[in-house]
């Protein structure tokens, strides 16, 4: 499903990635891990087409498609979604309008019908009563004074409208208590199906206590440095990011 | 002191006083005459006069326009600017065309008891005596050149009375159209005044036949008597080749209630002033307002409220979305009289920039000589937030759809203050549909 190959991105002359290679096959679910700084969130919101971000090598392929060449919302139609860290305020739109107008471009570019209103009204009220959220946050303007956790569900609110093929999260964990942490969960979870990938991106381990991933990597100076099953997680968790330094060290030591 | 540039006025003020017939009150012809001298004194100010200086008006008004006539439109072609300007059948309709009301296209349904609803024409031939004591009354004809321009060349416009205790729920709507195949000018003069308790709305549309080039220099005269409210809209959509000023002068006794509700869509260069005298304790006044201005237009927005008594408040938006090499202006008074203690004044005036080449001037003036009061303003002036549109696209919202959104989203707080629907959707259509989107 994605595939990407020595990835390098800069920001405003800065290298953030510096030759990432990742594959991630449909079906699964893969956890990116790291210390603060590593390029967790780049990637994210790399693969999301933000314009902020130079690609300056290697390439990603996305079903089969050339995913650099398309604009952000080509890639959105083409089912990527990135559940954002710091999700943005807009003052003035109203969340329903803004998931209609959403669902309704995203159909638009497949020249498939609109949904009428109705059907958005019952998918949207299943869908928000999952994620417990309150009816009250639909009339309210996109994000605007939500607080921390709210800004999160709505985040996982749309992805289960939108229900994208490829969901990256981006440390969607941040910010939620145990409670929340359990229902953003619960509702990523019944996103997981053999037809859609995830990718988890996280600082702390504990996420992946409810969002069991396949496969977990290690992002460090804007390298994988480590792949491995979700044991590698609980390491990390166990010993620290410091102890992955000393490893890392040791295996460009190795390399050189 | 620009007497060469008023001379067309001048001649133009002959003829139609020489036209006057002799039941044109002697009173009204006196205080014409006076306000001809006085736009003579005045002349077309410049932007060394400090109330101008943003807005270069003299190159427009200096101009020949003529008084314009009925001009041989075909009937077709007036039927459709009348129907684009219709905004709900349910409305009383009163339509003027090139200044003067045009019965064949107003309408009107059944009045309550003792609601006048007619031209000022009309008053002036039948009853004179109900609009002496309105017309110039609260204006300070001294120092506006244009209104005493107006004034001068009064001859029509509505003239609107509601009784005491009296709700009329049929908003009043009144179509301005310039219809002319030469350059023209009209002076409408409306006078409304709502009695004790009562309440109205009116909406003012401004149109013109499309390419024409034309002024129009209006002005509408409001009372509020004890506890009125009342609702006043205007939507300038003018002609590309048209200059658009207008003035709107309140006075508002005590409890009343008035809101402002200005849209300016149209001109190329146009200007509207607004002043409300809360002239009464715990009078209220609410003023919003957004200008849209494109291309190479100019829109200038000025307000002035006047707290002369206690315990009123006023509440105030402008808003402003400026494209292309446009210029807006807004400039917004608040003047606390000595004795209006307990004063509430609040002002926000936003401008967004889509362009680079886009300007606005935006000058908040407070002057207080109370000491027990509230009042705050803000200005800013920003672009669209890139975030936000990021945000939109990676949702798979097309970054111009994306843009539209936004740009919605900022007019909204002034266009969700619009209470009457068929108003209300008429600018969500100006600043959706017309971009592919729809309503929600």
Not at chain 2, 61 to 85: C, F, G, H, M, Q
Not at chain 2, 160 to 171: H, K, L
Not at chain 2, 292 to 308: K, S
Request: one cysteine or more.
């Amino acid at each position: 499903m994605l595939e990407i190959k020595n990835l390098h991105a800069k920001s405003e002359d800065k290298d953030i990635l510096r030759g990432i290679n990742l594959q991630v096959n449909v079906g699964e679910v893969h956890a990116i891990m790291g210390p603060n700084g590593s390029g967790k969130s780049t990637l994210a919101h790399v693969l999301a087409g933000r314009e902020d971000y130079e690609v300056t090598q290697g390439e990603i392929l996305y079903n089969g498609q050339n995913l650099l060449e398309m604009n952000i919302e080509q890639r959105a139609a083409a089912g990527l979604f990135l559940a954002y860290q710091y999700p943005i305020e807009i003052p003035g739109v109203s969340n329903k309008y803004f998931l209609k107008a959403a669902m309704n471009a995203v159909r638009k570019q497949h020249g498939q019908p609109l949904i009428d209103t109705t059907s958005f009204l019952k998918l949207l009220k299943e869908n928000m009563q999952l994620l417990g959220m309150d009816k009250s946050m639909m009339e309210r303007s996109v994000n605007e004074g939500f607080s921390g956790g709210e800004k999160k569900r709505n985040e996982i609110l749309q992805m289960a409208m939108l229900q994208p093929k490829l969901a990256v999260l981006d440390e969607t964990d941040s910010g939620l208590d145990i409670d929340a942490l359990r229902i953003v969960a619960d509702g990523v979870n019944t996103l997981r199906g053999p037809d859609r990938a995830i990718i988890v991106v996280t600082h702390y381990q504990r996420l992946l206590d409810y969002i069991v991933p396949d496969q977990v990597h290690v992002l460090a100076e804007g390298r994988i440095v480590r792949s491995g099953d979700r044991t590698l997680a609980l390491e990390l968790e166990d010993k620290g990011y410091g102890f992955l330094e000393t490893h890392s060290a040791a295996a460009s030591a190795a390399a050189v | 002191m620009i007497a060469t540039e008023t001379d067309a006025y001048q001649d133009a003020y002959q003829r139609l006083n020489d036209a006057r017939g002799d039941t044109f009150p002697v009173w009204l012809r006196e205080l014409s005459e006076r306000a001809l001298n006085q736009f003579t004194t005045l002349g077309i100010p410049t932007t060394r006069d400090e109330d101008w200086r943003f807005t270069n008006i003299a190159p427009f008004a200096a101009r020949t326009y003529k008084i314009a006539e009925s001009a041989e439109i075909p009937a077709s072609r007036i039927e459709s600017l009348v129907n684009d300007a219709i905004l709900d059948e349910q409305f009383h309709r009163l339509v003027f065309i090139n200044g003067r009301y045009a019965a064949q296209w107003s309408y009107l349904h059944e009045l309550p008891n003792g609601v006048i609803a007619e031209s000022v024409a009309q008053s002036i031939l039948t009853h004179p005596q109900s609009i002496e004591s309105r017309v110039g009354q609260h204006f300070d004809c001294e120092n506006s050149a244009f209104i005493a321009l107006n004034t001068a060349f009064v001859e029509d416009g509505a003239n609107i009375v509601v009784p005491d205790d009296m709700i009329v729920d049929r908003p009043f709507h009144l179509i301005f159209l310039s219809v002319t195949d030469e350059p023209a000018v009209s002076h409408p003069r409306n006078l409304i005044s709502i009695g004790k308790n009562s309440r109205a709305t009116l909406i003012e549309s401004f149109r013109g036949l499309e390419g024409a080039s034309y002024f129009t220099n209006a002005v509408t005269e409001v009372e509020l008597h004890e506890s009125a409210h009342f609702d006043h809209h205007k939507l300038q959509h003018e002609q590309l080749n048209a200059l658009h000023l207008a003035t709107t002068q309140v006075d508002q006794q005590a409890g009343s209630h008035f809101s402002s509700h200005y849209f300016s869509f149209g001109g190329d260069l146009s200007r509207n002033e607004l002043n409300c005298m809360l002239n009464g304790e715990r009078a209220q006044c609410t003023l919003n307002g957004l200008y849209m201005p494109v291309g190479d237009q100019h829109m200038d927005c000025r307000t002035r409220i006047d707290h002369a008594r206690a315990h009123c408040k006023s509440f105030e938006i402008y808003k402003g979305i400026l494209d292309g090499r446009s210029k807006g202006v807004f400039n917004g008074k608040i003047y606390v009289h000595q004795d209006a203690q307990k004063t509430d004044a609040k002002q926000s005036n936003q401008a967004l920039l889509l362009s680079d080449d886009a300007i606005v001037d935006t000058k908040p003036q407070l002057e207080i000589y109370a000491d027990d009061v509230r009042c705050t303003h803000g200005a800013t002036v920003g672009e669209l937030d890139e975030q936000a549109i990021y945000y939109l696209r990676s949702r798979g919202i097309p970054a111009d759809q994306a843009r539209t959104m936004l740009i919605f989203a900022f007019a909204n707080d002034v266009v969700r203050g619009v209470e009457v629907l068929a108003v209300r959707q008429h600018l969500e259509t100006i600043l959706l549909a017309e971009h592919g989107l729809d309503n929600v």
